[in-house]
């Protein structure tokens, strides 16, 4: 069943608490491929065009690593999930089988962050890709003891249309879009968005529980006005030819936070490290970031064979889709200081919207890991 809702910032209470739900994954030398392909950065409730411009360090070349001595290298355990916020990982996972990071990696792959949740706060990861409300949750839950590592994905949720009447944010007045992510950052970005350009009054969402209900629905004719993220975008694109991107959230969340004088992107997606562990081993966790980064090169100057990898390794089931989705995936490497700028108004937006999606309290300095 579907529910009417107009857009107001009157949240319903997140399901963050549930972060310390029994369900510890095991841990594994090999990487598990859970079936689902939903992004949970944009379904999770403690939480997934081109990218915009935005400050990133991107190397001109990636040169292969000079191994690393057997006493130096240091063993990491790597948590990532199924869908966008997963798929920078790939490049990484295989250079590792080929034996060419400079430390031992061992990978584990989840479709929600709750699994991944269980195994930072047990030990049994070392860093976790996870939402990045998710990231501020869990460090007030856990007394700090995570921190945030790199930003590595930016918004993957766009408004399709079938037809053309759709062409700026004010388009949207008296209309009724259908979306998913209640109570999660895709409701928190469009409300936002919708109150910057003074809509708030003037859309109507009705909410579906399920990304995959929601394509279906568009790829059969019986929604033309839907928000959705990718992989989700493509499926629907694929099916369903008259269909169209008709705004992308991520630009729509860029020009009204410029507009506030803000440098916040729609930062949907990150990796976070135990904060024991980062400082034990500050010197192999920068070279992890460096390997991370020169990964996140290669997906997406190479989006087909990319999808290869995304599909050899788990993260998605089809490889191809995962190709044509990644140009909209919005996958960075944001660390140190270029991540600050970036995620602190995000979060504002977020606790303004309702305390307890980052946690109930914004994060302090010691959640930023600078280098």
Request: hydrophobic share 40%; charged share 15%; glycine share 6%.
């Amino acid at each position: 069943m579907t529910s009417m809702k107009k857009i107001s910032f009157s949240l319903s209470v997140l399901l963050a608490l549930a972060l310390f739900m029994t369900g510890c994954a095991a841990g594994s030398s090999s990487t598990t491929t859970p079936s689902s392909t939903a992004d949970p950065a944009t379904t999770a409730p403690i939480s997934e065009s081109t990218a915009p411009p935005v400050t990133t360090t991107t190397p001109a070349e990636t040169e292969e690593p000079t191994p690393t001595p057997a006493d130096d290298r240091v063993e990491m355990s790597i948590g990532a999930l199924n869908g966008p916020t997963g798929i920078g990982m790939s490049y990484l996972m295989a250079a590792h089988d080929d034996g060419e990071t400079l430390h031992d990696y061992t990978f584990r792959l989840a479709g929600s962050p709750d699994d991944l949740v269980a195994g930072l706060t047990s030990g049994e990861l070392d860093i976790a890709a996870l939402p990045t409300n998710l990231a501020a949750v869990l460090y007030q839950k856990t007394n700090q003891k995570i921190q945030l590592l790199a930003v590595n994905t930016l918004g993957v949720l766009y408004v399709l249309e079938n037809g053309d009447s759709i062409q700026t944010v004010e388009d949207l007045r008296g209309r009724t879009l259908q979306a998913t992510g209640q109570a999660a950052v895709p409701e928190f970005a469009i409300n936002y968005i919708l109150q910057a350009n003074d809509l708030q009054d003037e859309v109507t969402v009705d909410y579906l529980s399920e990304h995959a209900e929601l394509a279906t629905l568009a790829a059969s004719g019986q929604a033309d006005l839907v928000l959705l993220p990718e992989p989700f975008v493509t499926t629907v694109l694929n099916n369903a030819p008259d269909f169209r991107i008709a705004l992308d959230l991520t630009a729509e969340w860029q020009t009204a936070q410029r507009e506030a004088g803000s440098q916040s992107e729609l930062a949907m997606g990150c990796l976070v490290v135990r904060a024991d562990f980062a400082k034990a081993n500050a010197a192999a966790l920068q070279d992890f970031l460096a390997e991370y980064e020169a990964s996140v090169t290669k997906v997406n100057a190479n989006p087909e064979q990319a999808g290869e990898l995304v599909e050899q390794y788990g993260i998605m089931p089809n490889g191809k889709l995962a190709a044509k989705a990644i140009p909209n995936c919005n996958i960075v490497m944001m660390a140190g200081a270029d991540m600050r700028p970036i995620l602190e108004p995000f979060y504002e937006v977020l606790f303004a919207a309702n305390p307890q999606s980052v946690g109930g309290q914004l994060p302090d300095d010691g959640f930023y890991l600078a280098p």
